[in-house]
T-cell receptor, first 115, second 114 residues
């Protein structure tokens, strides 16, 4: 079955611009999480969506936002880009049912470079 | 608060030798534990996971990990490494108590000598 699909794979933006990244989870997975990976800070949790609702949010400024659609696809948006937002953004989908999580599958990521 | 420590930033091992990567975690409830591997420029591939039950977990690519609650550890092992095992390895902890959030360690980069 198809894995987690993230688009685009690479993106170059200018400081001050905004960007939208997309994630299509595995079919049947209703939970989508986003992570930022940088050399200095490592892998950090951004937020998690389940059935179109944000259930959990990491310690990032309000410039980082997301949403989830009824088909479980998710987007994250970063406004007013800063150089420090350059990172690999990873999306993970998981099957969560009956209060139990069955593991996380990650996409290949979107490499964002801010210049 | 949950946390994960991977004490070794880099490990160099000869091809055919055994490998052990250390992971210590802090979590206030029953943890879900994971090991992921990442090749340069790629996403994270799940090697194995522990939710409950048998404390010795078998994964893909010949990897295994042992959960030791008393030591808050979840070390990853492989009896004989191959050159293709050169990558970065991440240990992570999560669970329903954490709202489906994974906390990752800093990673261990494995280099394989021929």
């Amino acid at each position: 079955k198809a894995g987690v699909t993230q688009t685009p794979r690479y993106l170059i933006k200018t400081r001050g611009q905004q960007v939208t990244l997309s994630c299509s989870p595995i079919s049947g997975h209703r939970s989508v999480s986003w992570y930022q990976q940088t050399p200095g800070q490592g892998l950090q949790f951004l937020f998690e969506y389940f059935s179109e609702t944000q259930r959990n949010k990491g310690n990032f400024p309000g410039r980082f936002s997301g949403r989830q659609f009824s088909n479980s696809r998710s987007e994250m948006n970063v406004s007013t880009l800063e150089l420090g937002d350059s990172a690999l953004y990873l999306c993970a989908s998981s099957l969560t049912t009956g209060g139990r999580n069955y593991g996380y599958t990650f996409g290949s990521g979107t490499r964002l470079t801010v210049v | 608060a949950q946390s994960v420590t991977q004490p070794d930033i880099h490990i160099t091992v000869s091809e055919g030798a055994s490998l052990e990567l250390r992971c210590n975690y802090s979590y206030g409830a029953t943890p879900y534990l994971f090991w992921y591997v990442q090749s340069p420029g790629q996403g994270l591939q799940l090697l194995l996971k522990y939710f409950s039950g048998d404390t010795l977990v078998q994964g893909i690519k010949g990897f295994e990990a042992e959960f030791k609650r008393s030591q808050s550890s979840f070390n990853l092992r492989k009896p004989s490494v191959h050159w293709s095992d050169a990558a970065e390895y991440f240990c992570a902890v999560g669970g329903m108590a954490a709202g489906n959030k994974l906390t990752f360690g800093g990673g261990t980069r494995v280099l394989v000598k021929p």
